[in-house]
């Protein structure tokens, strides 16, 4: 069994700062890519940012230079650091992770539960 926890949601005011958490745990053989997606009320669920197992980067146009995606291999987490944040980030954040679980032996995509953030303006 393979879980994703995210964890640092919050509310904010306008300007400042958070730090997501997602923490992959259970029986897991290798973990590839990770991300951040969002989903807004009334809209689709987009992709925020991504990081390879080799540590590349990639972000959506809008929180680039204010959002910082990274990752502890060792611990099996990830984590977004949110700063300038204003309304327009106001969403559920969800982790998906690519892991290869001890189980099955074949690689498929994993989802958090979503961590609620709330910017204040």
């Known amino acids: 069994q393979v879980q994703l926890v995210e964890s640092g949601g919050g509310l904010v005011q306008a300007g400042g700062s958070l730090r997501l958490s997602c923490a992959a745990s259970?029986?897991?053989?290798?973990?590839?890519?990770m991300d951040w997606y969002r989903q807004a009320p009334g809209k689709q669920r987009e992709l925020v940012a991504g990081?390879?197992?080799?540590?590349?980067?990639s972000y959506l146009y809008s929180v680039k230079g204010r959002f910082t995606i990274s990752r502890d291999n060792a611990k099996n987490t990830m984590y977004l650091q949110m700063n300038s944040l204003n309304s327009e980030d106001t969403a559920v954040y969800y982790c998906?992770?690519?892991?290869?679980?001890?189980?099955?032996?074949?690689?498929?995509?994993?989802w958090g539960q979503g961590t609620q953030v709330t910017v204040s303006s």
């Open positions: 998906k992770a690519d892991i290869i679980s001890r189980a099955t032996m074949t690689l498929r995509d994993y």
């Open positions: 990081i390879t197992s080799g540590g590349s980067t």
């Open positions: 259970g029986s897991i053989f290798s973990i590839y890519g």
